[in-house]
Nanobody, 124 residues
Framework: QVELVESGGGLVQAGGSLRLSCKANGRSVSVMGWFRQAPGKEREPVASITWSGASSYYADSVKGRFTISRAYLINTAYLQMDSLRPEDAAVYYC???????????????????WGRGTQVTVSS
């Protein structure tokens, strides 16, 4: 019922910036988020944002460096990544859901819809 199309991944040097985009097609969503997974590690939360009030939530590892935002009228979420570090390298996944009862905005199990992921590589 919801298709997520991601873009913006690529190669960047340490200390550089990158912006990811995710467009949601289909039914309205209530929350969109970004998660990442590096080789050998579990998928971990990055940030999320509510669609109506634009309240944002961040993992401690990216606070002050990453910013999540949304373009309401075109159903698109963005992740601005600044001061990138080698440990930020991972496949970044966009996620969304339309539920109204939320327990944890940064729990991947709370999301029903997922993009295919986009690779972010950070060189030293």
């Amino acid at each position: 019922q919801v298709e997520l199309v991601e873009s913006g991944g690529g190669l960047v040097q340490a200390g550089g910036s990158l912006r990811l985009s995710c467009k949601a097609n289909g039914r309205s969503v209530s929350v969109m988020g970004w998660f990442r997974q590096a080789p050998g590690k579990e998928r971990e939360p990055v940030a999320s944002i509510t669609w109506s009030g634009a309240s944002s939530y961040y993992a401690d590892s990216v606070k002050g460096r990453f910013t999540i935002s949304r373009a309401y009228l075109i159903n698109t979420a963005y992740l601005q990544m600044d001061s990138l570090r080698p440990e930020d390298a991972a496949v970044y996944y966009c996620a969304a859901d339309s539920k109204t009862d939320w327990a944890d905005f940064l729990d991947p199990k709370s999301y029903d819809y997922w993009g295919r992921g986009t690779q972010v590589t950070v060189s030293s």
